[in-house]
């Protein structure tokens, strides 16, 4: 549709010729592609039709409307990699092109820019508190951004990794299972850093034995996830430890459990959405800054400990309880952290414990960041306050220009030039889902495309399972016959067609694994499609796990663990081909994954 979109603006002149000529490269060569020069196939209105259903006239009508006038493209997500429509088959595609569309209608101008004019409230992030990455105490050294700035204004013993060896994280079952992964990680500090292979085993070191698995949830955030449920059933790892609030999910394959305590029962600070440097100015899904200091509401319950004690008694017994607490007990870490930040400029320590919290003020307006990219449309130094691009990122002066070769806006990539990635050519062109219609024989025995976007009730997870008052509302979870169930969406026709109903126990499968979901049938879907979200519901399997259906929701037991390129660590998960039929009850169903020599998933390489 957005191809599309550009080849109307091409044929009817309704994009800025002279921004093109000036800010961008490779224009001329996109050009060619979407008219048909390069493989005779323009990229029509009706010729996107015929792949997404939208009305040819629609889009057509859409492109002269947006091409006339100055917009603000909101694209969802975050607009730094994270969400959104990235985390499809084709999400590669889909962010290029929307940058295309920006650059054509001339990026930075008054009224032309994208990004996230949502999360658009003005606050304050000249004041400063650390984030959950900038590394709190012992940081990492190599992985957070504690050397940047909390180290200058906190220093403290930081933790020093002295393995360098990693491994992808959605190549790990392969990793375990088969001894040997590879993968392209993304990588925030520059755009050179995708083109950097890893390798497990590294070099000179042994493959990993034991895992200690602190905190999230892997089986319901990754993709084809039965996958991680043989690699914990495997001879090839010998020990397993989870540290862990809820015995759920992973914590049940772990051969030593370490509970800890929740928030609401040990000291901490922290400030609402504070992601320091794993995603910049998150808090601007707010309407404030709360920064927060968390007094105990209860003694840890049972035998859990908090975090901090449980890493400490582990630091006895290797001799480094010093070097890890420094010393101090947890209070006099959260009193550094406060010391650290700008909170004494504001409130004095003991105000702010028997307050319990701050609201950082509204930024003043002189004091407000400029536009984004306004300074790349006028031609000027980058003038926004932003950590990326890093110093060593520009091509030429430092702040003169984006992060690309070029330092231009580019429709055809050089750093793709080089690279020669059949995947992704230098030019962003289209390529179908390789899991949807034209799928063949798969789509035939699985003919409803699943979407599994993120849900807005329960975050990996963390509020889903626990007996909260999330169970009441019908749009997450629905009871029946005593279990509260994931609830699937699917089009009123396709529910008819099955015999299904509203509330109805449904089995959501394809070759990977079978989720049990109450059925919700709806209009707002199309035909052939079905929508449930992702990575938020606990895995609860009926049986042997890997080998039984699961009445957890955990509907990533069924997306595609296929990044989207062979030479990128993205996820591809955000769709998937699925039948759902109604529930007979049976409760043994055994995932691909365990299943010797079925193309899909680890059993192919064993």
């Known amino acids: 549709m957005a191809m599309a979109i550009a080849y109307v603006w091409i044929k009817e002149g309704l994009y800025d010729k002279k921004y093109v000529e000036s800010h961008t490269e490779g224009f001329d060569v996109w050009k060619a592609y979407l008219v048909g020069d390069e493989d005779g196939i323009a990229k029509t209105p009706e010729w996107q039709e015929a792949e997404t259903g939208v009305p040819a006239k629609d889009v057509r009508a859409l492109a002269r409307d947006w091409g006339k006038k100055r917009v603000y493209l909101a694209p969802g997500g975050w607009g730094n990699g994270h969400g959104g429509a990235c985390r499809n088959q084709t999400g590669i595609q889909w962010a290029r092109v929307m940058v295309c569309l920006v650059a054509m209608q001339g990026l930075g101008k008054p009224g032309v820019n994208m990004g996230n004019l949502q999360w658009g409230c003005p606050l304050d992030f000249n004041f400063y508190f650390p984030g959950y990455a900038d590394g709190g105490m012992s940081g990492d050294l190599e992985n957070t951004s504690m050397p940047v700035e909390l180290y200058q204004r906190m220093p403290q013993l930081p933790t020093m990794n002295a393995s360098f060896q990693k491994i992808p994280r959605i190549k790990m079952p392969e990793a375990i299972l088969n001894g040997q992964a590879e993968g392209q990680p993304w990588v925030g500090k520059s755009i050179e850093h995708q083109f950097g292979k890893m390798v497990y085993p590294a070099p000179g070191h042994s493959p990993v034995r034991m895992l200690y698995k ?63 440097g794993y995603g910049h100015h998150g808090q601007q899904q707010l309407n404030h800054r709360v920064i927060v200091f968390q007094a105990p509401a209860i003694k840890p319950l049972g035998e859990s400990k908090s975090d901090f004690w449980i890493f400490n008694e582990i630091s006895k017994k290797l001799g480094l309880s010093n070097y890890f607490s420094e010393g101090i007990n947890e209070i006099d870490w959260v009193k550094r952290q406060f010391d650290a930040s700008d909170l004494p400029s504001q409130i004095s320590w003991k105000k702010f414990i028997k307050k319990g919290y701050f609201v950082v003020p509204t930024e003043k307006e002189e004091f407000r960041a400029p536009v984004s990219f306004r300074w790349f449309w006028e031609g000027r130094k980058k003038d926004v306050p932003e950590p990326q691009p890093l110093p060593s990122d520009y091509t030429e002066e430092y702040l003169k220009g984006l992060q690309t070769q070029s330092g231009k806006l580019e429709f055809e990539c050089n750093s793709l030039k080089r690279f020669v990635d059949p995947e992704r050519p230098p030019i962003v062109k289209y390529e179908p889902a390789w899991e949807g219609p034209h799928s063949g024989e798969q789509f035939e025995r699985f003919p409803l495309q699943m979407l599994t976007p993120h849900s807005k009730y329960s975050f990996h997870t963390q509020g889903d399972g626990k007996d909260s008052f999330l169970l009441n509302i019908p749009d997450h979870r629905v009871l029946v016959d005593g279990w509260y169930y994931w609830v699937i969406r699917l089009n009123r026709a396709d529910a008819s067609d099955r015999g299904i109903k509203k509330n109805d126990l449904v089995k959501v499968y394809n070759d990977r694994g079978c989720v049990i979901c109450a059925a919700l049938p709806t209009a707002r879907l199309p035909r052939g499609v079905c929508h449930g979200y992702e990575s938020s519901a606990m895995y609860e399997p009926m049986g042997e796990p890997g080998k039984s259906v699961d009445r957890g929701g955990c509907l990533n037991l069924l997306t595609p663990d296929k990044t989207q390129t062979k030479t990128t660590h993205s996820l591809s998960g955000a769709n998937a081909l699925v039948e759902v039929a109604q529930w007979d009850g049976n409760t043994e169903f055994i995932s691909a994954a365990f299943i010797d020599g079925h193309p899909e998933g680890v059993a192919s390489a064993e």
Do not use: H
């Open 214 to 276: 602190y905190g999230g949830s892997i089986l319901a955030t990754m993709n084809n996830t039965n996958r991680w449920v043989k690699m914990y059933q495997s001879e090839n790892i010998e020990f397993v430890v989870n540290q862990s609030i809820w015995n759920e999910g992973e914590a049940k394959f772990a051969d030593l459990i370490l509970p800890a305590c929740t928030n609401f029962e040990r000291p901490d600070i922290s400030e609402w959405a504070g992601l320091g």
